[in-house]
Nanobody, 125 residues
Framework: QVQLVESGGGLVQPGESLRLSCAAS????????MGWFRQAPGKEREFVAG????????YYADSVRGRFTLSRDNAKDTVYLQMNSLKPEDTAVYYC??????????????????WGQGTQVTVSS
């Protein structure tokens, strides 16, 4: 059974940091590109960051580049999103995604094979 389980969300103040984790199971993790998307209330789900199968290449939305860092540990079947200098506009439900085609690294959600259940990130003073 394919599963993606996110953790690490919470409530923080502007300028603070959070690290999201996504633990995968039930599929060959190292054969899939991984990524994070987010959805704020009343908005469409949008691309945040993506990482290649090996972890050698990472891709970021303009809104998070320089503040967020995506990494993966293929030995632990886990992907991490380090979020620094958080802003109120980063408030959203964050979803982990797996894609064998790697299209998600370019922000394309159409070929995502699996989604996590989402974790809430709230940035507020």
């Amino acid at each position: 059974q394919v599963q993606l389980v996110e953790s690490g969300g919470g409530l923080v103040q502007p300028g603070e940091s959070l690290r999201l984790s996504c633990a995968a199971s039930g599929f060959a993790f190292s054969r899939y590109a991984m990524g994070w998307f987010r959805q704020a209330p009343g908005k469409e789900r949008e691309f945040v960051a993506g990482i290649s199968r090996s972890g050698s290449d990472t891709y970021y939305a303009d809104s998070v580049r320089g503040r967020f860092t995506l990494s993966r540990d293929n030995a632990k079947d886990t992907v991490y999103l380090q979020m620094n200098s958080l802003k109120p506009e980063d408030t959203a439900v964050y979803y982990c995604a797996a894609d064998r085609t790697s299209a998600l690294t370019m922000g394309d959600q159409r070929f995502v094979n699996s989604w996590g259940q989402g974790t809430q990130v709230t940035v507020s003073s």
